[in-house]
């Protein structure tokens, strides 16, 4: 043999090899054996299915089906109330019409009538994202919605879900698709605490689930999406567009079913709801503060649903003997001087406050209107109305915090002094402004503490100018505020022209009080369940402006209580606060603390259609100004809470004494008392500030001696800055947004021009 021959040979035995070895592992992974494993695969599937399908019996109606109550307590342990009676009514589908049925399927299921139960596709897919950690399925079918709401729970777990696909079968077997439907509209939850659809038809249409058109059924329907968040009430702007596009597509399925006619369709518009009522037994107070603790709750992890379910024991920080007295100090101060009946006018009137321990921020008590059963949007909370030149040291805050100096590059502090006139345009500002002071005084030139005890518009728009008014924002944010739609950054911002809250604001000075450090406010101070708890309250105690600063504010602020336009709130404590009056006096202010206590009072005029209209001839004669009646609940209260007064001062690090100033004397001819403006559905818009007080006063300063508690002497503050307000809406906690337009308010004061002021506070003489 050759050498050719014997190379061709070993090639040939290398190819027997190779062939021999990969046909072994052809033979073992051939197609006809993948594929037997994989048919032997799905048959242990399907049997293990079966077998699981055999043993899942069909459950009797679980837990959340028969409702608990819930128990809310004082932070002493006693109870505020009980809720959790189920506010639900089963009716059948004969008193429903048929084309309202059909949005409910038209909504979360169009093929329910054909289906067998289940939807395989989105139950793998909740599965997948249960087990990936995603959160909750989509794609359920009505079939098991139902078997969810009635026979198991809201868990997302894999074995739920496994659960819910068996028995979803088997009642499918069992029950007619009508009694199905039947379940699943009686049981589901729509928000306002309304199951089913009887009560939801009268929650939010004040109908009967007969009564309902296919307008507010898709309403209802959509609104399962999302109960809370669709609410119209409640609503954000985002959330409304949100639940109109979901009204929309339900509507476009039933015509594309052939459930509704094209024409008819056309012919439909979003039927808006009407204005949620509270629940029987939340009258009075007990309704605002349950819905808060609600809306804490929810931010929290504690879904409205969850709450609804019941069971759950919610210790709230509210102290009992404070709240008792915020409600005495209102009444005495406020309702016993209003006739509701009898006067339209007097009817308009609305109060809020909020009351914050600035250690802890602890909510210890809140106002939030005649009653929740009469009036169920809380003022408390509601972030419609401008705050007015209760805004004012947060500009000061900012000057301070940033070091800001004047156009003259001197350093702004309480000694600095401004151009106090009138109607004097700001300089270094692109926008033009050039507000007007209460009364249309000229003070010529005056130190910032002397601004801040009168309010002067002009000198407080300039530094706003000096500052920023994007810095100024900025702090305002970080000191609690909410942003929002009717924010302008611009020199008019510095006269409180955005939408804020009692709460907001009494946050805000919470953290001034407590030295710069953020106070975030809570009112629930525990909530328990049988099977979980909620998680802990949000914590703050993060330094977001200087101790410096902060305290300097505080020291201005002692110089309003004593000598400017918070002399109302004089009392056996040490205090320092602002007062506010909003254009077109709409709004009137007072927010105030202690060492010891936070408070913010506010009065807001609103008409029984919710617009906001004056408060000019209410519940006095001319304007009703934040150093007046606001800043008497603000006292009486504050003596209440403290039981009679306190001794602790304030533990001030200002950065420079205040220096004793001669007060100079304002100029300008007092106006005539001032008209109220009639009521008016849209808001007002001016281009030139408005801070004329309702009545003359006495341009002289004044040497009259401190007031005492409760003497409604010793203030003249009042007026209007300029802009307009945008009425707004709430989401909350606890209510979401308001807005206001360019704007603001400013109320002046004394003119008693004393700037004395000790890093310890002022403490008037005891009454």
């Given amino acids: 043999m050759g050498r050719a021959e014997a190379r061709r040979a070993r090639q040939r035995g290398a190819r027997r090899a190779g062939k021999a070895g990969g046909g072994g592992i052809r033979r073992f992974f051939t197609w006809k054996k993948l594929l037997g494993a994989f048919f032997t695969f799905c048959l242990l599937v399907m049997g293990a299915f079966f077998i699981i399908y055999l043993l899942v019996p069909v459950p009797s109606a679980n837990a959340q089906a028969e409702m ?50 289940v939807d ?49 079968l088997k009642v499918d077997q069992e029950k007619e698709k009508t009694e199905i439907l039947a379940g699943y509209i009686n049981t589901s939850y729509y928000g306002r605490g309304a199951y089913g659809i009887q009560a939801a038809a009268q929650a939010y249409y004040r109908t009967d689930a007969q009564k309902l058109t296919v307008a507010q059924g898709a309403y209802l329907a959509a609104l399962l999406q999302a109960p809370n968040q669709y609410d119209w009430a409640i609503a954000s702007p985002t959330s409304k567009k949100l639940v109109t596009e979901r009204w929309h597509y339900v509507l476009n399925n039933m015509v594309e079913e052939g459930w509704l006619d094209a024409s008819e369709r056309a012919k439909l518009t979003f039927p808006e709801p009407k204005p949620p009522k509270a629940a029987p037994g939340m009258e009075g107070q007990t309704g605002y503060i349950v819905e808060a603790a609600n809306a804490e709750l929810a931010r929290r992890g504690v879904s409205e649903d969850q709450i609804k379910a019941g069971g759950w024991t919610i210790t709230l920080n509210i102290d009992s003997k404070r709240q008792k007295a915020l409600v005495k100090a209102v009444d005495e101060q406020l309702e016993k001087k209003l006739d509701r009946e009898g006067d339209k006018r007097d009817a308009t009137v609305q109060a809020g406050a909020t009351s914050i321990d600035p250690k802890t921020g602890k909510v210890v008590a809140l106002y939030g209107g005649v009653g929740a059963t009469e009036h169920w949007l809380s003022n408390a909370t509601r972030r419609d109305y401008q705050p007015a030149s209760t805004f004012k040291p947060i500009v000061l805050a900012s000057a301070l915090e940033n070091r800001s100096v004047t156009q003259d590059e001197r350093p702004i502090g309480l000694n600095t002094v401004y151009d106090g006139t009138s109607k004097r345009p700001v300089e270094g500002s692109d926008v033009a402004f050039a507000p007007e002071n209460e009364d249309d005084r000229s003070y010529g030139p005056v130190t910032v503490q002397r601004a801040t005890n009168s309010s002067i518009n002009s000198v407080y728009a300039q530094m706003i100018v000096d500052v920023g008014p994007d810095k100024v924002k900025k702090t305002a944010l970080a000191l609690g505020m909410h942003d929002g739609e009717g924010w302008p950054v611009r020199p008019a911002m510095s006269l409180g022209t955005m939408g804020a809250s009692p709460w907001d604001m009494a946050r805000v000075y919470a953290t001034l009080d407590n030295h710069g450090k953020e106070v975030v406010p809570s009112i629930v ?37 004593k000598n400017g336009s918070g002399q109302n709130a004089r009392g056996d404590y ?33 008409d029984p259609k919710g617009k906001q209209v004056t408060l000019t001839d209410t519940i006095n004669e001319g304007r009703a100004n934040g150093g007046g009646v606001p800043a008497q609940i603000w006292q009486h209260y504050t003596t209440g809470a403290l039981g009679g007064g306190s001794d602790e001062e304030f533990d001030l690090e200002a950065a420079e004494p205040v220096v004793e100033e001669t007060p100079s004397t304002p100029t300008g001819t007092p106006s005539e008392t001032e008209k109220p403006d009639k009521p008016d559905d849209k808001p007002t818009k001016t281009k030139d500030p408005d801070d004329r007080p309702s009545r003359p ?19 003249d503050n009042g007026g209007t800055d300029n802009g307009g307000t945008d009425n707004g809406g709430t989401d909350n906690g606890g209510t979401d947004n308001g807005g206001t337009d360019s704007g603001g308010t400013d109320d002046g004061g004394t003119t008693d021009g004393t700037t004395s002021g000790t890093t310890a506070g002022i403490r008037p003489p005891q009454s």
């Fill in 120 to 168: 395989l596709k989105g139950t793998a897919r909740g599965v997948l994202n249960t087990l990936t950690g995603k959160g909750k399925q989509g794609g359920s079918t009505i079939t098991q919605q139902y078997v969810k709401n009635y026979y198991l729970n809201q868990e997302q777990t894999v074995t739920r879900k496994l659960k819910e696909l068996v028995i979803s």
């Fill in 697 to 715: 006063t006495d341009p002289t300063p004044s040497d009259d001696p401190p007031t005492k508690p409760g003497d409604s002497s010793g203030t």
């Fill in 574 to 606: 040490f205090a320092a606060g602002k007062t506010g009056t909003s254009e077109n006096n709409r709004s009137a202010w007072f927010v105030g603390y202690t060492p010891q206590l936070v408070t913010a009072v506010g009065l807001f005029g609103e």
């Fill in 525 to 561: 101070k525990s909530a328990e369940h049988r099977t979980r708890s909620a998680e802990p309250a949000e914590e703050g105690g993060d330094q977001v402006i200087s101790r410096e600063a902060a305290d300097t504010v505080t020291q201005a602020m002692t110089g309003v209580v």
């Fill in 68 to 117: 608990e109550s819930n128990v809310y307590k004082y932070s002493d342990g006693t109870v505020l109330t009980r809720s959790g009676k189920i506010n639900r009514e089963i009716v059948g589908l004969d008193k429903i019409p048929t084309e309202v049925q059909n949005t409910f399927v038209a909504a979360e299921n169009k093929t329910f009538y054909k289906d067998s139960g």
